[in-house]
């Protein structure tokens, strides 16, 4: 009998304190599963951004703004009134039309956009950035295209009323830039801003690749 329960002391906490490591692994396991599930998580949004982003500052080639223009043309996402191309050929300023086409959302895929730097608060288009605009005069200077429409787009920082005004003042600017010193006419182009309301990189509004100048082929 005393050897009965020298024996089952004995046994029983060695076999609780098993237990008990046991349980102690498997919390430690799952803990650990989630921090990876976490860092994986982490790791491929920041892996996505950094991508799009990337895909941004690759300048695309004439040839390539061509093929997105003709894209764009074919697919009809856009169509200008009669009327209001009259008006606008009959304008020789630099100025917007006072009813200008509403900006439609082409598929980002289709999208010619150049992120055109400008100055904190500034709309007037640096020498080191007219460039980058290169390839697009030598497009529109080919394709046949009829109307061609420049849109300003800001992020997310400030007031959604100045980034209206900003994204418009610096779609104005690349319009002036592009009569002046691509040679391309007046009534061809016509500028509005969207400011933040269309991101191109929508899970971060702040992004950087949401300042950009987009350009789409109306007719």
Do not use: W
């Not at 919390?27 to 921090?35: A, I, V």
């Not at 980002?108 to 730097?117: F, H, K, T």
């Amino acid at each position: 009998m005393n050897t009965l329960n020298v024996t089952f002391f004995i046994v029983a906490p060695i076999s609780l304190g098993y237990s008990i490591g046991q349980r102690q692994e498997g919390f430690e396991e799952m803990s650990n599963s989630k921090t990876l599930t976490r860092i994986c998580a982490s790791a491929f949004a920041i892996a996505c951004t950094a991508q799009m982003a990337l895909a941004q500052d690759t300048p695309l080639s004439a040839d390539e703004i061509t093929d997105a223009f003709n894209k764009q043309k074919t697919r009809g996402l856009v169509i200008v009134p009669s009327d209001q191309q009259s008006t606008a050929a009959q304008d020789s300023s630099t100025t917007v039309a006072a009813t200008p086409t509403e900006y439609q959302a082409v598929a980002r895929e289709d999208q010619v956009n150049i992120q055109v730097q400008f100055d904190f608060a500034s709309a007037a288009l640096r020498e080191d950035q007219k460039p980058k605009l290169a390839a697009l005069c030598q497009a529109m200077q080919s394709v046949d295209v009829s109307v061609f429409q420049i849109i300003g787009h800001t992020d997310s920082s400030g007031p959604a009323d100045y980034n209206q005004n900003l994204s418009l003042l610096r779609a104005k600017e690349v319009k002036r830039h592009l009569v002046s010193d691509c040679g391309i006419a007046d009534q061809r182009l016509e500028a509005i801003g969207v400011g933040e309301s269309e991101p191109y990189n929508a899970d971060n509004p702040r992004a950087d690749e949401n300042r950009r100048v987009e350009f789409q082929a109306l007719g």
